[in-house]
């Protein structure tokens, strides 16, 4: 596979179909996703941006078949998710939880594998190249409490690489680490989704980092959420962390959905009622 047919062996188009979810428990009911239609084609970058308590993780988990939904579905090629399906890979904000202490970094990244009864030798191929892919071949013998966050969350990312997945959902993956090496991960991450043409759900609060690293922005509405708008991200295929984020186009989507965000934390539950300047 080359850099430039990212999407072409892949056929796992994600169909989210009048969404809805409302949590019950021993309080109130609380509705978190009101009404959610899009589709995420095969191969395509889609983040997810809104106000915070928008139900961004509700519909990250409802994706990956960890939370059911009240009304609607969520489909994978065609198959209706109800429970983690295979193929699928999920990175956290939280590194720190996601990784086994007791494992070494290329024990934790081989993991999945073994659960998916890779045969050893294509193992340890798949780790050694998801590790050298984050730039941590060397340190695969080191126990996650010996790394940065920033390197813990590489082999969280190099562990979802060497799954080789299909879909890869993210949420807030890059919250806790400086901004340098956010950047740093933010291209490394571009980087992955061409090579492996994996479709990718990315949610952020970040909307500079939502424009940089997609190909399409949800803006969510807060909750109970609906789609506030689909934003198109016309920035080319390659992306540099000076150049396109100094590009007079990135400028406009900045603002443009900075003012829905704003919009949606004043209630705004559409594109009429976020009244934008331009
Ligand atoms: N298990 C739960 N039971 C009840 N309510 C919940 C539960 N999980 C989340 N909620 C509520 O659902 C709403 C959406 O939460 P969610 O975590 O999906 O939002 P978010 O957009 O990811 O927030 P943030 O940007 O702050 O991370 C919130 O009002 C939250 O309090």
Redesign the pocket.
């Known amino acids: 596979m080359t850099d430039t047919d990212n999407g072409a062996a892949n056929s796992a188009t994600l169909e989210i179909e009048s969404l809805g979810k409302t949590?019950t428990?021993r309080g109130e009911p609380?509705e978190?996703i009101a009404d959610l239609s899009f589709t995420v084609a095969a191969g395509e970058f889609v983040c997810v941006v809104?106000p915070?308590?928008?139900?961004?993780?509700?519909?990250l988990r409802t994706l990956a078949g960890l939370l059911a939904p009240t009304t609607g579905e969520v489909r994978l090629a065609g198959s209706v998710v109800d429970a983690p399906p295979q193929g699928m890979a999920v990175v956290l904000q939280e590194y720190g939880r996601s990784l086994f202490p007791w494992l070494t970094v290329a024990q934790n990244v081989e993991l999945p594998l073994k659960e998916k009864h890779v045969p050893s030798a294509r193992r340890h191929e798949l780790v050694r190249d998801a590790l050298a892919a984050v730039s941590l071949a060397g340190d695969e013998d080191k126990y996650p409490w010996q790394l940065s966050g920033g390197m813990q969350q590489r082999v969280a990312i190099a562990r979802a690489a060497a799954y080789e997945p299909q879909v890869l959902l993210m949420d807030?993956p890059f919250a806790a680490v400086d901004a340098q090496t956010r950047f740093e991960l933010e291209d490394l991450v571009r980087r992955l989704w061409k090579r492996l043409g994996v479709t990718v759900v990315f949610?952020t609060?970040d909307i500079d980092e939502a424009i940089y690293l997609a190909e399409r922005v949800l803006v969510l509405s807060g909750?109970p959420t609906v789609l506030l708008e689909d934003v198109t991200v016309d920035l080319g295929d390659e992306r540099d962390q000076l150049e396109t984020r100094s590009h007079a186009e990135f400028a406009r989507l900045r603002t443009h959905v900075y003012e829905l965000v704003q919009a949606a934390k004043k209630g705004a539950r559409s594109l009429g009622e976020a009244h934008l300047s331009h």
Request: proline residues 0%; aromatic residues 6%; without cysteine.
């Open positions: 949590y428990g609380v978190a809104g915070s308590g928008a139900g961004k993780t509700t519909l807030e949610v609060h909750r």
